[in-house]
């Protein structure tokens, strides 16, 4: 479940538009066609909660490199709750198992947010910074 650029997309939507209706609905309409065409699964409630929480966060949080840590750890914490709730084990253990795969995440979503704002600055400077004609 490749949730990255989804989360880089929430990230930076708010910068790009005020309308909170497209913050919220691009990002889980985006989540949900990923579900449809891999698959449905027993944790969906939580990942679609983590991810309007990516929204908030980078609603509150204007930096997005702080928004996107703050999304991360709230994902580890909650997903892997979930996880643990639902197959059952060592809760300690789920999370000191997941570190690696969270990590991952980390790190391609900051390099996901970067990437994006590097294309909206260059968008924004290429496209709006032109003499009128």
């Not at 809760?91 to 994006?116: E, H, K, Q, R, W």
């Amino acid at each position: 479940m490749n949730v990255t650029p989804l989360f880089a997309i929430a990230i930076l939507l708010p910068s790009l538009t005020n309308n909170r209706y497209i913050q919220y609905l691009l990002p889980m309409t985006f989540l949900l066609i990923k579900d449809i065409f891999i698959g449905f699964h027993s944790l969906m409630i939580p990942v679609y909660g983590c991810m309007c929480l990516f929204i908030l966060a980078s609603k509150f949080i204007k930096n997005e490199i702080y928004a996107t840590f703050v999304g991360v750890i709230t994902w580890h914490v909650l997903i892997n709750y979930a996880v643990w709730y639902k197959s059952g084990g060592d809760l300690l253990t789920t999370y000191i198992m997941a570190i690696p795969f969270d990590f991952n995440l980390l790190v391609s979503t900051l390099i996901c947010v970067i990437i994006g704002k590097l294309c909206i600055k260059y968008y924004y400077q290429y496209f709006f910074s032109l003499p009128l004609r």
